[in-house]
């Protein structure tokens, strides 16, 4: 399965989407400054199983990236995604 991941800022979610343009996923997110807290993933039932949330993970953090932004993973999904991919720590923010 095919899917892209883009930013729809206007749900404030990160989406994964099939070729067709189904939303098979997404991440919520709350953007403050340069620090963008992901809140919540969440996988329609259809696509469970099928790499949707490690796609909505890897494509939400390399967004995080692209932008200079830090992340804050309130999601204990993505927050696992990190501890298991190491190249991503260095963007969760360091509290003060």
Do not use: W
Not at 42 to 65: H, I, P
Request: include cysteine; charged fraction near 25%.
């Amino acid at each position: 399965m095919e899917l892209s991941v883009i930013d729809n800022p206007e749900r404030h979610r990160y989406e994964a989407r099939t070729s067709d343009g189904q939303v098979a996923g997404f991440v919520q997110y709350q953007r403050r400054g340069d620090r963008i807290t992901l809140v919540h993933t969440e996988v329609a039932a259809e696509f469970e199983g099928k790499g949707v949330g490690s796609a909505l993970a890897a494509g939400s953090l390399d967004d995080v990236r692209a932008q200079g932004l830090s992340v804050v993973p309130q999601c204990p999904y993505i927050r696992r995604y990190i501890d298991r991919h190491p190249s991503y720590a260095d963007l969760v923010a360091v509290e003060p």
